[in-house]
């Protein structure tokens, strides 16, 4: 259960968490991937939710699928443009508790150089001393994008008529930080 104790400023442990997605793929099966933390702060006040905050770096050079050549293909400029734009980037504005173990935090998710304001529902997972007395939470939770928003538009149509890759995207969080103030 949600606590007055969580108050503080935690670091997202990437051997511990995962920053994924989810795309429909020939329309009849998903694709998953993740992307790597490249840096990512928490700041959590338990007593006024709406005081919190986080920012989160991922490397987009790190993306992975899988399959090699689908990892290489999503950095290029069809997709991601790892290149010209190798961070995606999530500043958040606000933070509401929403009941129970059940948040929101809005922010500005930024994807190849587009940004747009996300809501991203998160659930509380628990709170946790490691063999290393450090003092770990968790959250996960997810929301779903529309890549073209971000200006990510290629795409292939099929014999059957449908497209090669979704416009919309799911993006998956499990979360893990530690405590470091």
Known sequence: MYSNDLTGTYTIDPAH????FTARHAMVTKVRGSI????????????????????????VTGIQTGNQMRDDHLRTGDFL?????????????????VGGDSFEVTGELTIRGVTREVTIPLDYAGTAVDAQGLT????????????????ITYNAVLET?????????????????VKTA
């Open 17 to 20: 968490s995962r920053f994924g």
């Open 136 to 151: 770990r939470v968790g959250f996960e939770g997810g929301t779903v994008i529309n890549r073209k928003d971000f200006g």
């Open 36 to 59: 790597p933390v490249h840096e990512a702060t928490v700041t959590l006040d338990a007593a006024d939710p709406a005081a919190s905050g986080a920012r989160v770096v991922l490397d």
């Open 161 to 177: 008529g449908g497209v090669m890759i979704s416009e919309k995207i799911t993006l998956e969080f499990d979360l893990s930080a």
């Open 81 to 97: 443009d790892a290149a010209a734009h190798p961070h995606i980037t999530f500043d958040s504005t606000g933070v509401k508790h």
